[in-house]
Nanobody, 118 residues
Framework: QVQLVESGGGLVQPGGSLRLSCAASGITFSIYDMGWYRQAPGKQRELVAG???????NYANSVKGRFAISRDSANKLVYLRMNSLKPEDTAVYYC????????????WGQGTQVTVSS
């Protein structure tokens, strides 16, 4: 059974920092591209940051220079370090695991709430 379990969300003041974690199980972690997405109320889910199985990263323009994604393949973990948080970063953050080779697979975590407010 595949599970992606996020943790680390919460309430933080503008300018603050948080680190989200995603623990994966039930998959061969090393062959999956991993990503963090977010969805704010009334908006579509969007990619925040991705890291492929080779460690290459990509970021949404809105978070470049503030967020950093990393992976620990030995322990099947993905992290999202978020600095200089803004109110517009408020959303539910989801972890995603994607296998782009046949058989194509995509898995999601349950999400963790991040609220940036004074």
């Amino acid at each position: 059974q595949v599970q992606l379990v996020e943790s680390g969300g919460g309430l933080v003041q503008p300018g603050g920092s948080l680190r989200l974690s995603c623990a994966a199980s039930g998959i061969t972690f090393s062959i999956y591209d991993m990503g963090w997405y977010r969805q704010a109320p009334g908006k579509q889910r969007e990619l925040v940051a991705g890291i492929n199985r080779g460690g290459i990263t990509n970021y949404a323009n809105s978070v470049k220079g503030r967020f950093a994604i990393s992976r620990d393949s030995a322990n099947k973990l993905v992290y999202l370090r978020m600095n200089s948080l803004k109110p517009e970063d408020t959303a539910v953050y989801y972890c995603n695991a994607e296998r782009k080779e046949v058989p194509i697979r995509s898995y999601w975590g349950q999400g963790t709430q991040v609220t940036v407010s004074s």
